[in-house]
């Protein structure tokens, strides 16, 4: 089954913050959050995604809970679209504004997605699982020997987090990558009428 079929579901969840269903996407660093945020987007009709990278700076990597509260999610559950500045990790600093419209479904990629600050105003938490250390070394390959100093300092920085703050366990569902699309399963915190459970793949759905 593919993701309009997970999309449909999310659709159908009670809206989390306002009229807005926000649907976190979770996981560590290099796990694939991006590209399955974007594939499921599509699906959605073109969600708006906020991507945690442009929340983020290098002197916060993760001390950002309260302006995504006060910039994104208040807004959003007035009723009004959310106004934020994306940080600009070449320059180390904050671009223009940009405007993260209202919509039925806006999905939050990355990685602290689920944390305790925002999890009352999610309406589903999605969880990429794939182990910390293939994540992390999938990540560095991407980015390059480059950026080794930042990836140090970043694992460290991730480590903390998760030992603090951790979101997995919370996950309504779990994605797991596969060579002809996504498994998506029930998650830790998954219970039976609550969400979708669906594997993006052709043959039958597994639904619980």
Do not use: N
Not at 51 to 65: G, P, R
Not at 93 to 121: M, S
């Amino acid at each position: 089954m593919h993701l309009h079929t997970l999309a449909q579901r999310l659709l159908r969840l009670p809206p989390s913050c306002g009229s807005v269903r926000l649907v976190g996407v979770d996981g560590h660093a290099g796990s694939g959050k991006t590209t399955f945020a974007a594939g499921l987007a599509g699906a959605l009709g073109g969600a708006p995604v906020l991507h945690l990278d442009d929340i983020a700076t290098h002197d916060e990597f993760f001390a950002w809970d309260g302006r995504l509260l006060r910039e994104v999610v208040e807004p959003l559950g007035r009723g009004e679209s959310a106004r934020y500045r994306p940080y600009d990790w070449r320059l180390r600093d904050f671009g223009p504004a940009r405007t993260l419209p209202h919509a039925p479904v806006i999905l939050v990629e990355g990685v602290g997605a689920g944390r305790r600050a925002l999890r009352p105003r999610l309406a589903a938490l999605l969880w990429m699982e794939l182990g910390h250390e293939e994540a992390w070394a999938r990540g560095r390959r991407r980015d390059g020997s480059a950026q080794s100093d930042f990836w140090e300092r970043w694992v460290r920085a991730e480590r903390r987090h998760f030992a603090e703050d951790p979101s997995e366990p919370f996950a309504d569902l779990l994605v797991r990558q596969c060579s002809d699309g996504y498994e998506v399963l029930p998650g830790p915190a998954g219970t039976p009428g609550r969400g979708p459970s669906v594997t993006d793949r052709d043959g039958p759905a597994s639904v619980w």
